[in-house]
């Protein structure tokens, strides 16, 4: 995966193998994307749909019911836009396909990758310590599925740090010593 930034457009670049894997990636995200909170299966709604800070500010259920249908119809309304994205990575064999987004839509993209991050992190039980794996051997010693999921996560990670590095006051860059 290689970004570059045009103006106020960013430009991720994937390879064949890469663009298999964002092809499904963003298939998963507008899928998930439609399924209501009150349908969507545990590890899912668990993570994108909480309610414990509910509880924790002592929201009636009402008040609660109304907040989920809020966190629903912003995800569901970033659905057209990533079928955008998905189109320019789906279909015509290319050895390189590009995804483009301006400045402005980038947060939806990074959100939308988070949020796959993180429904893969649950259904595939990847705590903080797999996460900071950092050896080959140590990733071996994971089932093969969990493996998979790992490196999806790191692969997701990779493309939200790269769309960080251009976006103004590159917040990517928070700890860079000058």
Known sequence: MHATREND??????RSPENRLMNRVLKAIIRNYQIRPEELSSPGA?????TR??????MSADETKE???NLFQYKSANVRL?????????GRKATQYHVQLTLAEAPVLMTALNDHRLLLAARYRIGQGEMDLRSLSALHQLRPVRQAALYEIHFLACIIEEILR?????PAGWMDSD
């Open 53 to 58: 800070g509910c509880q924790t500010a002592r």
């Open 46 to 50: 668990d993570v994108w749909y909480s």
């Open 82 to 90: 990533i079928e955008q994205w998905l189109k320019s990575v789906s």
């Open 67 to 69: 907040w989920l249908e």
């Open 166 to 170: 251009f976006l103004p006051g590159n």
């Open 9 to 14: 457009q960013i430009i991720l670049s994937f």
